[in-house]
């Protein structure tokens, strides 16, 4: 039987929306803003509130979205002809507005390049263009601290950086903790709101043969062991997530105290 993380909604919809802008935050970072009226009915919790991001493939602006009945999708995704199907990868929200009478919506993709060339979502966040139809659907809240939680540790890398980011606005103002976030370079570290007795250490990779992930574990290797009643939260490239929770399960941490997941594969 399929399980589901708490926070996720027993019904989740699918909202449809078109690109607005595209902009490049930092070398390794496009920022794809979406607008429409439907997105004004998103139920935006904060934190790291994710969702499934569809587009369509190649040049066409046909969006065939699958039929969503409870959290019943993929079967309807996969009977969408190939030459059809749109992309589908996961995303958090970077950012979210609410007008009069429509809602904006930020996606930052990381730009990941593969023999010089940009492909799959990094290929279309480059290039969208304004009009470009999307869909999104709805997903919920990852993080989820236990009743009594003394004290926060978020891990990341580029990949879970907006994730992190909206944790750390959306943490009460006493909050206590420590976050360390992986980036490719120097140029997107850029400042991280949190509150005072949060700190936060962005760390870069010195070059593109560093292994993704190893900046991360090595400073999540230094802290002191955490207490029985932290809560810590792991994401990112896979090898990160899983090792960063054996880290912390090693150094005294309750597996049921550690929220992690790997957003993608190196």
Same mark, same amino acid.
């Given at each position: 039987?399929?399980?589901?993380?708490?926070?996720?909604?027993?019904? %989740?919809?699918?909202f =449809?929306?078109?690109?607005?802008?595209?902009?490049?935050?930092?070398?390794?970072?496009?920022?794809?803003?979406?607008? @429409?009226?439907?997105?004004?009915?998103f *139920?935006?919790?904060?934190?790291?509130?994710?969702?499934?991001?569809? &587009?369509?493939?190649?040049?066409t =602006?046909?969006?065939? #979205?699958?039929? +969503?009945?409870?959290?019943?999708?993929?079967?309807?995704?996969?009977?969408?002809?190939?030459?059809?199907?749109?992309?589908? @990868?996961? $995303?958090? +929200?970077?950012? $979210?507005r609410?007008f009069?009478?429509?809602?904006?919506?930020?996606?930052?993709? !990381?730009?990941?390049?593969?023999?010089?060339?940009?492909?799959?979502? /990094?290929?279309?966040? @480059?290039?969208?263009?304004?009009?470009?139809?999307?869909?999104?659907?709805d997903?919920?809240?990852?993080?989820? %601290?236990?009743?009594?939680?003394?004290? $926060?540790?978020?891990?990341?890398?580029?990949?879970?950086?907006?994730? !992190?980011?909206?944790?750390?606005?959306?943490?009460? %103002?006493?909050?206590?903790?420590?976050?360390?976030?992986? !980036?490719?370079?120097?140029? *997107? /570290?850029?400042?991280?709101?949190?509150?005072?007795? +949060?700190? !936060?250490?962005?760390?870069?990779?010195?070059? @593109?043969?560093?292994?993704?992930?190893?900046?991360?574990?090595?400073?999540?290797?230094? #802290?002191?062991?955490?207490?029985?009643?932290?809560?810590? &939260?792991?994401?990112?490239?896979?090898?990160?997530?899983?090792?960063?929770?054996?880290?912390?399960?090693r150094?005294?941490?309750?597996?049921?105290?550690?929220?992690?997941?790997?957003?993608?594969? /190196?």
């Amino acid at each position: 039987m399929a399980t589901y993380p708490r926070l996720m909604p027993s019904d %989740p919809r699918m909202f =449809t929306a078109e690109v607005v802008r595209s902009t490049r935050l930092s070398p390794s970072f496009q920022r794809v803003t979406i607008a @429409s009226a439907e997105l004004a009915g998103f *139920d935006w919790r904060g934190l790291d509130h994710w969702f499934r991001l569809f &587009f369509p493939l190649g040049d066409t =602006t046909d969006l065939q #979205l699958p039929d +969503v009945s409870g959290r019943l999708w993929w079967k309807s995704y996969l009977a969408i002809p190939d030459d059809k199907r749109p992309h589908c @990868s996961n $995303y958090t +929200v970077a950012g $979210y507005r609410r007008f009069d009478d429509h809602a904006e919506l930020d996606i930052d993709v !990381v730009l990941h390049w593969n023999d010089g060339r940009l492909g799959g979502v /990094a290929g279309w966040a @480059s290039s969208a263009r304004p009009g470009s139809p999307v869909g999104i659907l709805d997903q919920g809240v990852l993080f989820d %601290p236990p009743a009594g939680t003394s004290s $926060y540790l978020l891990v990341a890398d580029e990949s879970g950086l907006p994730a !992190v980011r909206g944790i750390l606005r959306d943490l009460p %103002p006493d909050a206590v903790g420590t976050a360390i976030i992986e !980036v490719p370079a120097p140029e *997107d /570290a850029a400042p991280v709101q949190a509150p005072p007795g +949060v700190r !936060v250490c962005v760390l870069a990779r010195n070059d @593109s043969t560093d292994c993704v992930g190893a900046c991360a574990l090595q400073a999540l290797a230094e #802290l002191d062991a955490p207490r029985d009643d932290a809560y810590a &939260f792991v994401v990112g490239e896979s090898s990160l997530a899983t090792r960063g929770r054996r880290a912390l399960c090693r150094a005294g941490l309750a597996k049921d105290r550690i929220t992690f997941s790997g957003f993608w594969k /190196a």
